[in-house]
């Protein structure tokens, strides 16, 4: 709406007086603009040469912030990237005091490499990712400057630099004021709270049919005001992520084996079978078992590579003769594969019923022919 104009007022002066905000009027929260500066890399080598040119990403709370020039890397496997992305904090909005606590700054470092032939577009392989907590910035500060870890991704080049190299990124991060005000500092705490298992679990909880979710609430006391709750939800989107953020910088932790165990589950629950393959392999690398096999072996049964899932799950196998699934992804084996004897199975009786559950899912995957399923039924009445 238009403001009809007043007299004309002296140079520097309103001719209006200021609009007063109507008592009750919700007021916009300030945002604050979270500045993320990467100067330098150091301990870079491509897949093509030494001086590979490259390219820096940044991304924060499953956004990308934005990406940086091509930059080439020098003899001496450093990079001038000087380059800065940012974004907006907000109380009420989607980058909130939360997501600062809980989400750290990804910075991906990226090949790019030559163009062929009648190549119209330009390739790129990722060679490693950074990641910078940002939890100072709820401490007080304004800003901080870090020297983060560059770890390879799988399959990169940066997977051969001895560690004295010391692949990284020298990061600043920076604020104009702080986030929390004194009071907030001076009366607040920071509380971490994570949810790895839950053990004895009640018999109504295990899945027997289609599979099913759950969540695990806790209460949490605050002095003088009513209890709040944290609710932990069964997000196989946010838990594949922060998996795979782990598995992306993370690579001498004593614990790998299990994040590499349910990062792979998580891909057989999502199809993504090329993954969950690729995971299960690093797996069997890091730590083998018995479940590593297993992995490896119904991943290539989906996939339809019907020898590889015979040895991973002969693997399995011989590392536990004991588990039922593994006998019944053989059995599934069998019945695709023509002139498997079927001596090579002794089924147990309640291999059936994992049969079955391997089954239900993709029921048109099983359809073969029936010398396939005159076997099975042979294994089983052997075994019964």
């Not at 809980?102 to 030559?114: A, I, K, N, Y």
């Not at 295990?206 to 949490?220: E, F, K, R």
């Not at 003088?224 to 795979?244: I, Q, S, T």
Request: aromatic share 8%; net charge negative; glycine share 6%.
């Amino acid at each position: 709406m238009a403001v009809p104009a007043g007299p004309p007022g002296r140079k520097g002066s309103s001719a209006l007086p200021a609009a007063t905000p109507l008592l009750g009027e919700a007021q916009p929260a300030p945002t604050k603009t979270v500045q993320i500066a990467v100067w330098k890399a150091r301990g870079l080598k491509g897949s093509k040469s030494d001086t590979p040119v490259t390219v820096v990403r940044t991304e924060f709370n499953g956004v990308i912030l934005g990406e940086s020039s091509k930059v080439d890397v020098l003899p001496n496997g450093t990079a001038e990237y000087n380059f800065t992305a940012s974004f907006e904090y907000s109380p009420d909005g989607p980058n909130s005091l939360d997501s600062i606590a809980q989400s750290p700054v990804l910075l991906t470092v990226t090949e790019v490499l030559p163009k062929e032939k009648k190549q119209k577009e330009e390739k790129t392989v990722p060679l490693g990712q950074a990641v910078v907590d940002l939890l100072p910035l709820l401490q007080g500060q304004c800003s901080f400057k870090v020297s983060a870890p560059l770890y390879a991704v799988p399959t990169s080049p940066l997977e051969s630099v001895p560690p004295e190299a010391e692949c990284g990124l020298e990061v600043t991060v920076c604020v104009q004021e702080p986030l929390l005000s004194a009071h907030q500092l001076s009366n607040g705490n920071l509380l971490s709270v994570t949810l790895e298992a839950a053990y004895s679990v009640p018999e109504a909880f295990v899945p027997t049919g289609p599979l099913q979710n759950y969540m695990a609430c806790l209460q949490v006391p605050a002095v003088g005001e009513r209890e709040f709750p944290l609710v932990f939800k069964n997000d196989l989107g946010e838990a594949k992520e922060c998996y795979e953020r782990t598995v992306s910088f993370v690579v001498d932790a004593a614990e790998m084996h299990f994040v590499y165990l349910r990062l792979g589950s998580i891909y057989l629950e999502e199809k993504e079978y090329g993954m969950a393959k690729q995971t299960y392999l690093l797996a069997c690398k890091n730590s083998a078992s018995c479940l590593t096999w297993l992995g490896v072996g119904i991943a290539c049964y989906r996939l339809e590579e019907m020898a590889e899932a015979e040895d991973a799950l002969a693997e399995a196998n011989a590392l536990n003769n004991n588990n039922a699934e593994v006998w019944a992804y053989l059995a599934l084996v069998c019945l695709q594969v023509s002139g498997q004897p079927a001596s090579y199975f002794s089924l147990k009786p309640h291999t059936v019923g994992w049969v079955l559950s391997a089954t239900v899912h993709e029921p048109e995957k099983h359809l073969v022919d029936l010398s396939g399923k005159n076997r099975l039924r042979t294994v089983f009445r052997g075994k019964h």
